[in-house]
């Protein structure tokens, strides 16, 4: 009876299947494609060098850095995040079959890796491929690309750990979700230094402005807090829904 | 007896809501059924037993150990929960080996077989389970519960949507699970299907427990209490006048114009009663009907009498 499974694999398989619906990829991917499109335009145009804190930035890449920063960064990465991650132990539970995954000899903490490395494989390719792509039509540069791959990587972690945990917290968990991303991130976090250090998407800006030496606003964190502080966020956020789903009522 | 399973003291409220109040019982091998009306706290003991619910206090045992907090524990526990939903995209053949995968099953494809031949689905149906009739995915569920061959299982409610072939199929496996040392709690609220079981009965009401025996000692209890019977005649004060004193006959009520309600300790000799009295006094009888025959009003005489 000491024997504990060894079952990420089967149970990341699992959210996997679940969270691969036609619908849901389609609707993200047409996002995405829309990103690319407004990238391309973007690139298409003529764009001057712009004149930022001081220091002579390329017009193309300022407008491609401040593109995927609002489009990217603040609306793709965190939408695509909530929508898979919620739903990795979210759906489960709210379907009743999260009994068939607890009512076994795992540890809690591997199934919420597996349905968090889930998550994230599935949304990676959705947010981040198009997201490069848009980055690259806008004509920024290499660093650009860089720094866009590098953010939304960064960001697609911390929001995987957290959406993970509101999926398990509330039945709610989108509107939730929502209301953090555009409410808190994008309005009350805005207000002050000490309020943008409670939202990813500065961490995620931080990294661009970073890797694509690019003077975005709102950039207040430097480096490794940048890299470090959002990956500790989705570890914490994991150990959390680990904590959670050990105590918890299943259906 | 051996006690497999060990349930002291235990109650579960969610808010205000008392779901089990101060339930005590023992559970060896054999078939065990728990039988309650809707909402009298079975599935809430099952998930307690299951360790999917902390009791609010008490203490359950399984085999010795905390379902709730001894993880490996859960090994030895096949659970049939009453919610139909099953993993969608996947075929019978997949569910249930992915539960046996999980089970660390030393051969899974092996076991996934043979469970879903012991409740006679086509392992080799690739079809997703999502097509499948309520009594099929029942019958998956069970699969999945015996896959690793449990020492003890748990069946909530496990023959809901099964035609009658299947339904005496079931029976009669539980009934072997339980003949081989498998320790078999099985929850419903059909009393007829309990009898099948041939089994010792736990009864349940209003989140207590009523009675316990073997199903015989049972279903005794529950002829030995009080039936109200109504009936409408042309004249029920002279049906009425007829009975008094008869034997058995231990209240009489009129209601309406025209109907009598009568309390007895023995229905069948009633009915001969009323149709003797009636004959006598040359009236017509309309209707007779138990008034408390089904299972909810059993289960309220079982809890008042405690």
Partial sequence: MSAVASARLPVFRLVLRSQVSRARVGALLALGAVGIVVGASLGAADQVPELVDGRVVDGGLWAGARFVSTFGLSLLVPV?????????????????????????????????????A?????????????????????????????????????????????????GLVTKRSLVWGLLYVFIWEGFVATAADSAARLAVRTY????LSGVADVPLRGTVVDSPARWVVPIAVGAVALAFTTWRLARRDIA | MTSLVEVDEVSKWFGELVAVSEVSFAVG????????????GKSTVLR???????????????????????????????????QEALFEGYSAYGFVHLAAVLLRVADPDRATRAALELVELDPDDRRGVGTYSK????????????????????????????????????????????EDGRCVIVSSHVLDEVERFGSRVLVMAQGRLAAEGDYRAIRELMDDRPHRVRVRCDDPRMLAAGLLGANGVVGLQLVGTDGVVIETLDAAALRRRVALAAQRADLRLHEVTPLDDDLESVFRYLVERR
Wanted: with cysteine.
């Fill in chain 1, 80 to 116: 695509t995040a909530l929508v898979f991650a919620a739903a990795s132990l979210g759906d489960l539970d709210e379907e009743g079959t999260l009994v068939y995954l607890w009512l076994r000899p795992v540890r809690r903490s591997r199934i919420v890796v597996a349905a968090a």
């Fill in chain 1, 118 to 166: 889930a998550s994230f494989t599935v949304a990676w390719p959705v947010v981040v491929v198009p997201l490069g792509v848009a980055a690259a039509a806008t004509g920024g540069g290499r660093g650009l690309v860089a720094g866009t791959v590098a953010a939304a990587t960064v960001a697609l972690v911390a929001y995987t750990g957290l959406f993970c945990a509101l």
């Fill in chain 1, 204 to 207: 995620a800006r931080s990294v």
């Fill in chain 2, 29 to 40: 091998p054999g078939v065990t059924a728990l039988l309650g009306p809707n909402g009298a």
């Fill in chain 2, 48 to 82: 307690m037993l299951c360790g999917l619910t902390p009791p609010s206090k008490g203490e359950v045992r399984v085999l010795g150990g905390d379902p709730r907090r001894d993880l490996a524990l859960s090994a030895n526990i096949g659970l049939v929960p009453q």
């Fill in chain 2, 135 to 178: 009594g099929m995915r029942q019958r998956v569920k069970v699969a999945q519960a015996l896959v690793n061959d449990p020492t003890v299982v748990v069946l909530d409610e496990p023959l809901t949507g099964l035609d009658p072939r299947q339904r005496l199929h079931l029976i009669s496996l539980f009934q072997r699970l339980g």
